[in-house]
């Protein structure tokens, strides 16, 4: 299994990114990537890895309370995709965000793509 995420840079504050993660191995065929919670974590040195967004296999989504309203997961099964769209970035949403995946008591990472947003 395979996680890879894309969309990481430099951003200024108030700005936005749009982050892919894309599932793929043998485990991901379209069918079980469907059956998969997604979800992305962020992490700064120093600190414990969070959770950012989670997206069920029925589409029901949860959101750490720093980034509501701010933050939107959203996934294309046909694709085996998940998205974190990011708006009105700030300097505290600097980090390295991770993507995870979920099967039953499975779960697996990406390797991180580093955001940074300057003040």
């Known amino acids: 299994v395979q996680l890879q995420a894309f969309g990481g840079g430099l951003v200024q504050a108030g700005g936005s990114l749009r982050l892919s993660c894309l599932a793929s191995?043998?485990?991901?065929?379209?069918?079980?990537?469907?059956?998969?919670?997604m979800g992305w974590y962020r992490q700064d040195p120093g600190k414990q890895r969070e959770l950012v967004a989670r997206?069920?296999?029925?589409?029901?989504?949860n959101y750490a309370d720093s980034v509501k309203d701010r933050f939107a997961i959203s996934r294309d099964n046909a694709k085996n995709t998940v998205y974190l769209q990011m708006d009105s970035l700030k300097p505290e949403d600097t980090a390295i965000y991770y993507c995870n995946a979920m099967i039953g008591k499975a779960q697996y990472w990406g390797q991180g793509t580093q955001v940074t947003v300057s003040s």
């Open positions: 191995g043998r485990i991901f065929g379209n069918a079980i990537f469907g059956n998969a919670i």
């Open positions: 997206i069920t296999t029925g589409g029901n989504t």
